[in-house]
């Protein structure tokens, strides 16, 4: 079903989580990240409650690993379960159950967790880890949107791309980047739920510095003229 990068950028400390998959609102169920602490995205036979208790964990200072442990210990179905974390200082960590579907692969690194499970083939993992990898200086949500695309170029979710996310966080409480397709029909020939994401992020990441300033000076023009003053008209 699910595969996704959750990572950190090392230099600003921005934590992050792209990915998509074939049931509806991926967004809704799977990555969980809290500024300063932590990114998590628990996904395959998915259990939405293991994401907030692992950004609990990681706020007590668990590290990732011991994370997965506890997640393991209180989870009596975690066979099922494919958990991926980053942590604030960059540590990885990931589990893949015995009870995922073919084709569940993951790696890590420092600052990133690469994953997938129920695949097309086993290529869309290392492909992601290798856009992840060649992609190091670009803005921070276009490496994790290049990742997502690379695993779907090599066959992504068995199933299709009805669904995607792409969020991320800086130092404030709420995201700085926070986008969803929570459904697009399955056609063949047309685009799907990855292509609707990364035109989303194309028209929104211009609009990064502004929205964060403008909650400390709320007197600032609009987005659109400030668009227009960077030299960058916003187009429909």
Known sequence: MTFTVVAREAKSGLLGIAQSTNPLSVGGRCPFIRANVGAVSTQAYTDPGLGPLAIELLTLGYSP?????????????FEYRQ?????RHGRSAVYTGAECKVHSKAITGENYVVMGNLLLTDKVVPEMDRAWRESEGQLFEDRLMAVVIAGRKQGGDAGGHRSAALIVYDTEAWARTDLRIDFVPKREGQPDAVDALKDLLDHWKDMIPYYKVRPHNPSMIGWADWLKEQGKPFKD
């Open 65 to 77: 690993e011991k994370v997965i442990k506890e997640l393991g210990q209180t989870d009596p179905h």
């Open 83 to 87: 958990v991926g974390i980053v942590d």
